[in-house]
Nanobody, 124 residues
Framework: QLQLVESGGGLVQPGGSLRLSCAASRFSLDAYNIGWFRQAPGKGREGVACLSGGGRSTNYADSVKGRFTISRDNAKNTAYLQMNSLKPEDTAIYYC?????????????????WGQGTQVTVSS
């Protein structure tokens, strides 16, 4: 099965930036749609961003539009979530996820493979 491992989380100040990585193994990530999700303390899981396998489509949660960017480096078999202008409400465990590629992408459903998560804390 596809395996995903997140990294890059940490503690940052409000207004700062962080780039999360999602390294894939066993299979090529370009055959999958990629999603980033997060779960804040005491809250349910929220879809943040997604990228289609062909790279043509992205979707973002309204709360992160203009601040977060999802991307993929096929040579490194790694997906990324660049997070800028971070806010305290972005604090959460962030998970990458994947599903076999389809046209378009969803931040709500369809993901089968999940990483273990990486903690992002935005605080002064």
């Amino acid at each position: 099965q596809l395996q995903l491992v997140e990294s890059g989380g940490g503690l940052v100040q409000p207004g700062g930036s962080l780039r999360l990585s999602c390294a894939a193994s066993r299979f090529s990530l370009d055959a999958y749609n990629i999603g980033w999700f997060r779960q804040a303390p005491g809250k349910g899981r929220e879809g943040v961003a997604c990228l289609s396998g062909g790279g043509r489509s992205t979707n973002y949660a309204d709360s992160v539009k203009g601040r977060f960017t999802i991307s993929r480096d096929n040579a490194k078999n790694t997906a990324y979530l660049q997070m800028n202008s971070l806010k305290p409400e972005d604090t959460a465990i962030y998970y990458c996820a994947a599903r076999t590629a389809v046209l378009g992408c969803s931040i709500h459903a369809g993901y089968v493979y999940w990483g273990q998560g990486t903690q992002v804390t935005v605080s002064s």
